[in-house]
Structure formats: structure tokens, C-alpha cells
């Protein structure tokens, strides 16, 4: 199975300070039909999950643009750029590239 | 607008079973398959797999094949994670998520608790 490794795993940020999470896989997410199928979700406190990034670096509907995702291959991170409060909660990378679907430990943010 | 509404939280005894319901509104059902998610008490996110809501067929993450079943109740836009002979560490909340070929994962259900305990 695809390993996700995220970094760091709690991550504490005043607001309007710009902040990035890692997720490194274990294996090249990138597919045989030449898409890279890593997306980025927060879920935030008592809440379901919602999808910000998908395919690396593709804004969801909706999703501020102080939220923008990088990356290729193994390697990739979600930005953002001048944390608000609404931002609290735990980011989740996962990967739909190899079965079985993986994400990673999550990382959580708190406001200081 | 695009809603999956799941069913309420359940207490159940080790042995029973549990069906969990995820009705889908504001898109056309067939068009995106369903994924089920385990989340653990105070852990992360697990894949349990999926079902193509076209054509009816499962596929289970490894940890998940025996006691899990999904289904579907196409013509009420629904889809069903039934769980046999529940253990322990079962207890969790079980999250639909509809995922579709432009974009994926978009949209939750808000999560089902189950609670297995003697």
C-alpha cells in the first residue's frame, strides 16, 4: 500500500501567517494517464471531511485562494497563504492514484 | 443543491449487525461513484472502498472484505454499508463521499456513528 507521510503533524500559526504542510508518498502518484491523483481535504472539528485540492493543485469550488497545493511525484505540499480562524482543524492528503486509496495521518492546525 | 444525507447514530451489541444509509440529492446518482471512509474515535481517515453506482459492483479495501457489504438502492438515490457480526472495533463513524471523473471527492455525507459495546 501507498504510504502517505505528512509533516508536521500539529502546526500552530497566528493569523496571517502563511503556512505549508508536506505529504510524501511512498511511491510516484503519478498515473499511467498522466494525472497525478493527490488531493488535499480538511475536516474541521465535528465536521465531515471537504476537499480543497484535488489532482496536486486544483481549487475545489469554493475554497479560498489562500489555499493552492504543489508538488509531483512524491512530494508535495498545501500552502496557505495567511492562515484565517476558519482554517482550524486537521489537513488530510490522500492519494486515489494505486488501489487501495491511502491518506495521510493528518495534520493539525491550531490558532494561537 | 448536492446533499448526502446519512443515517443517525446506532448502539449496537457485539455479533449484531448494522445497515448505515447515504442518500444522495441535487445530481443525477448514477453519474458518481460512492466511496465508504472509517474514522476511528480520535483517528484518521480510512479508505474502505467503493461501489460504481451504474453498475452495482463493490470493491473492498482488504481490511474490509467478509462483514462489509455495500449496496444500493438506486431508484431512491441511495447507497447502504450494511456491517455483519459487529466487533468492538468497529466503533467508529463511517463517512459517504461521491466521487466523480472531473472532480473527485467533492462532496461528504456528515458521517454515521456506530457505538459497539456490551
Known amino acids: 500500500d501507498v504510504v502517505l507521510t505528512q509533516t508536521p503533524p500539529t502546526l500552530s500559526a497566528t493569523i496571517g501567517q502563511s503556512v505549508s504542510i508536506s505529504c510524501r508518498s511512498s511511491?510516484?502518484?503519478?498515473?499511467?494517464?498522466?494525472?497525478?491523483?493527490l488531493n488535499w481535504l480538511l475536516q474541521r472539528p465535528g465536521q465531515s471531511p471537504q476537499l480543497l485540492i484535488y489532482?496536486?493543485?486544483n481549487l475545489e469550488s469554493g475554497v479560498p485562494n489562500r489555499f493552492s497545493g504543489s508538488g509531483s511525484e512524491t512530494d508535495f505540499t498545501l500552502k496557505i497563504s495567511g492562515v484565517e480562524a476558519e482554517d482550524l482543524g486537521v489537513y488530510y492528503c490522500m492519494q486515489a492514484t494505486h488501489a487501495p486509496l491511502t491518506f495521510g495521518s493528518g495534520t493539525k492546525l491550531e490558532i494561537k | 443543491q448536492i446533499q448526502l444525507v446519512q443515517s443517525g447514530p446506532e448502539l449496537k451489541k457485539p455479533g449484531e449487525s448494522v445497515k448505515i444509509s447515504c442518500k444522495a440529492s441535487g445530481y443525477t446518482f448514477t453519474d458518481y461513484a460512492m466511496h465508504w471512509v472509517k474514522q476511528a474515535p480520535g483517528k484518521g481517515l480510512k479508505w474502505m472502498g467503493w461501489?460504481?453506482?451504474?453498475?452495482?459492483?463493490?470493491t473492498y479495501a482488504d481490511d474490509f472484505k467478509g462483514r462489509f457489504v455495500f449496496s444500493l438502492e438506486a431508484s431512491a438515490s441511495t447507497a447502504n454499508l450494511q456491517i455483519s457480526n459487529l466487533k468492538n472495533e468497529d466503533t467508529a463513524t463511517y463517512f459517504c463521499?461521491?466521487?466523480?471523473?472531473?472532480?473527485?471527492?467533492?462532496?461528504w455525507g456528515q458521517g454515521a456513528s456506530v457505538t459497539v459495546s456490551s
Open positions: 511511491q510516484s502518484l503519478l498515473d499511467s494517464d498522466g494525472d497525478t491523483y
Open positions: 489532482s496536486v493543485s
Open positions: 463521499a461521491r466521487s466523480g471523473m472531473m472532480v473527485p471527492w467533492d462532496a
Open positions: 461501489i460504481n453506482t451504474y453498475t452495482g459492483k463493490p
